[in-house]
RNA sequence: GGGCGCGUAGCUCAGUGGGAGAGCGCUCGCUUCACACGCGAGAGGUCGCUGGUUCGAAACCAGCCGCGCCCACCA
């Protein structure tokens, strides 16, 4: 039990040495963890979004971590059972990466030391850094439950996978195809659309004429003449009148000597270049779908390694695109067949994973049909059973799911959920475990990271068994997410909790801003312009910066403000010393309890009953720059800048109705504000009378109090 | 091309029909028995532009200018 004494010398409050301190209690006590018992209904849980097992923690990570941490303890000191389910992701592409390059600094690779082996490696890599973002997060103040940490790798949450792969696949949503995917010669793997970026990128448009037998020539325009290789047809508008008579008739491909038919299709565009295309099924996703409708050939000149195949031709066979490419275009000119080359500025696909351009190739690659599955997710958002906030982003979500397409699930990675698939010959053969029998070899592929992340707020608690823990937090209350993923992760998870945990995920989809840098850039360490939350964690306390955040947080995205991270600190430091002038000037045997004797001390508990309904309603509108302001201007403005000072004469008197008001006025001011700045406040309360527990886990006298009771006592006060 | 959003004090932002505000910065003063991460006072804005609705517009509507983000299959 720390002595009250002890606070005269400490006459600023030091985060540094306090908030390390205060974590250790917490996990000690077990507070975080819940039993599970009661209904998801009575209870309140929020399933955090995993972060990357090989990640750190960033601004986002930060801010989200302040608002959920303000949700979790605001609802358990509400006297919920509360549970913040974390975990971490075992992120495919992200962490493969990271071991690859590893291995490439010790002279090998994943190809040589072979799958076995680079599993391994990839586990000791997570054994080593895995627990680094946890920590970060326990330093922010997170009050997650880490004594229940899930892993997309988890046994249990391994089985969940596969499971719902194996039951997508026999409700024949799941297939396989030959289609053209997003090819990323960056990590060697098929990818998502989700997961492209288009960049503006300047190219030169070349005219190119194939001659037509019989006479007469067509001009193609493109920005990509090494892909001309791959053509099997050339088409026109059937509504193009200059170009009727060519449908039907043939066109020779250069270089190549192939006979293409020309054939009409709505896709050409009338009005661009010469209104006749070249089509390339095997290289051009537009293309593709075209050759689908007219049964053409799709031939692949371009290979998984970004090089000519022998497809190409020997002249061009081994070279890498961009080499391809000259030597293409020379080709052409000196059979004199570029017709005329243009700057031409335009969007093309880049893998965000890599940053390599995207090179679409046909490819057999897993599907997952989402329009069915869509269906009731729509429905879900529509009715308003998962509200989106803010508004603006749910007709967002509405579109994208209305427009759904098929999802490549498939990666060429090791680093991930192998799919539950084998093959024999000609049988295929799917199911969570392996087939009987002799010669069955499994599917090397694994499963995009984010296929296991969409059964992430239901496969936590255990997920498909039955379990205590499902049934207390499932579904969950809200979740808190960025934008970016609101398609990648989100909608996914609706539609799979729908399907498997017979379910919404959880009831409300809150969207937080992105914290752009100061100067309005994004936040990238390749930039430069990235700031390291633990830096600023480290300087001015974990408290200043979840306030800070908080405060200069919105519905649309916020550049850094350092002054509020100030602001938060400030906030500190005065809550501190407010509590430093009470704790010593009080009674020693005085107990906290509102004794009001003065008109001044009646404003102060009207003050704090409106601080407290302006807190609550805030939190409850996810409106958190307005919970963190409110605070600072109740605790500054009107507890100390008004209040403190005129009762000071008072207190140097002994009082003990003063004392006995001025205790309770702090203890509900600090537990008001615990959500908000946990550290300081659990450092203050260990100083206050009777406080042998924690305020984490305290709960005031009147937590079920509807906030229209606290409404209508407001207006009593008036 | 479509959609969402933003433009209010030097900076970062709140404010949605009737008083133009906060934090930081700035100026002046005070204080050192809670706190200089302190206290008090003050300067500073034609609320992007134009038009409309209204007794009344920073707020509602339309157009324009500027900026940001998301989505999209024009080679």
């Not at 960033?58 to 913040?84: E, F, P, S």
């Not at 059979?335 to 700057?343: F, N, V």
Request: with cysteine.
């Amino acid at each position: 039990m720390p002595e009250r004494r002890d606070l005269e010398s400490r006459t600023r409050y030091e985060p540094a040495e306090v908030e390390p301190r205060i974590v250790r209690r917490w996990l000690d006590s077990g507070l975080f963890h819940p039993e599970p018992a009661g209904t998801a209904a009575e209870n309140y849980s929020i399933a955090i979004p995993p972060p990357n097992v090989t990640g750190s923690l960033h601004m986002g990570h930060a801010l989200n971590g302040a608002i959920q941490d303000v949700l979790i303890r605001h609802h358990r000191m509400r006297g919920q059972r509360t549970k913040w389910i974390f975990g971490t992701d075992h992120a495919g592409i992200a962490t493969q990466t990271q071991v690859e390059r590893r291995l490439l600094e010790e002279g090998t690779s994943r190809e040589e030391i072979g799958r076995e082996a680079f599993i391994r490696r990839a586990w000791e890599w997570r054994e080593q850094y895995g627990s680094k973002i946890v920590n970060q997060f326990q330093r922010l103040g997170a009050s997650a439950d880490y004594e229940d940490e899930r892993f997309t790798f988890d046994e249990a949450y391994v089985r969940a996978v596969m499971r719902v792969f194996v039951d997508l696949y026999e409700k024949g949503y799941i297939y396989r195809d030959r289609y053209i995917v997003n090819w990323d010669p960056g990590s060697r793997s098929a990818i998502s659309d989700l997961e492209v970026a288009e960049l503006e990128v300047d190219d030169v448009l070349y005219s190119i004429d194939y001659d037509l037998e019989g006479g007469g020539k067509v001009s193609v325009a493109t920005v990509r003449p090494e892909t001309m290789l791959a053509d099997t047809a050339v088409a026109v508008n059937p509504q193009d009148e200059r170009y009727r008579d060519l449908v039907g008739r043939t066109a020779v491909l250069p270089l190549v000597g192939r006979r293409l038919p020309v054939i009409a299709d709505e896709y050409v565009k009338t009005d661009f270049g010469t209104g006749q295309l070249k089509i390339t099924p095997g290289h051009d996703p537009n293309d593709f779908e075209i050759g689908r409708r007219h049964g053409l050939d799709v031939v692949t000149v371009i290979g998984e390694d970004g090089r000519m195949t022998a497809q190409a031709g020997e002249r061009f066979a081994g070279l890498a695109v961009l080499e391809a490419r000259e030597a293409v275009v020379e080709a052409l000119e000196a059979e004199g067949r570029i017709a005329g080359r243009e700057p031409h500025r335009h969007a093309v696909p880049f893998s965000h994973r890599s940053g390599k351009r995207i090179e679409p190739l046909v490819s057999l690659q897993w599907f997952m049909r989402m329009d069915e599955l869509a269906r009731p997710a729509i429905d879900a958002v529509e009715s308003g059973r998962v509200r989106i906030h803010p508004e603006g982003q749910r007709q967002v979500y509405l579109d994208w799911m209305e427009n759904i397409r098929p999802w490549c699930v498939s990666r060429q990675l090791w680093w991930g959920h192998q799919l539950p698939v084998w093959y024999r010959g000609e049988e295929t053969y799917v199911q969570t475990t392996p087939p009987e029998g002799e010669g069955w070899e499994r599917d090397p592929d694994v499963l995009d990271t984010w296929f296991s992340s969409a059964l992430w707020p239901f496969a936590t608690l255990g997920w498909p068994d039955d379990t205590p823990q499902l049934r207390a937090f499932y579904p969950t209350d809200m979740l808190s997410t960025a934008r970016d993923i609101l398609f990648l992760w989100v909608a996914r998870m609706i539609m799979m909790g729908l399907e498997f945990a017979g379910d919404i995920p959880f009831e409300d989809v809150y969207v937080h801003s992105v914290i752009q840098a100061p100067d309005g850039r994004r936040m990238s360490k390749s930039l430069g312009t990235g700031i390291d939350p633990l830096d600023e964690i480290e300087t001015h306390g974990a408290d200043a910066v979840r306030f800070g955040l908080l405060a200069m947080s919105s519905t649309q995205d916020v550049r850094y403000s350092a002054e509020k991270i100030e602001q938060g600190e400030a906030l500190a430091n005065k809550l501190w010393n407010a509590s430093r002038l009470i704790l010593l000037g009080v009674d020693d045997a005085a107990r906290p309890g509102p004794r009001p004797r003065t008109a001044e001390d009646r404003w102060i508990l009207g003050r704090l009953i409106e601080a407290r309904a302006h807190t609550y309603l805030s939190i409850d509108g996810f409106d958190f720059s307005r919970t963190a302001l409110g605070l600072y201007s109740f605790v500054y403005g009107e507890l100390c800048d008004w209040y403190l000072e005129l009762v000071k004469p008072r207190l140097y008197e002994e009082d003990p109705d003063l004392s006995a008001t001025l205790l309770y006025v702090l203890r509900e001011t600090l537990a008001l504000a615990h959500p908000v700045i946990p550290f300081v406040t659990e450092e203050i309360w260990s100083y206050l009378p009777e406080a042998t527990d924690l305020l984490a886990g305290w709960r005031p006298d009147e937590p079920d109090r509807s906030l229209r009771d606290l409404d209508a006592e407001r207006e009593v006060e008036r």
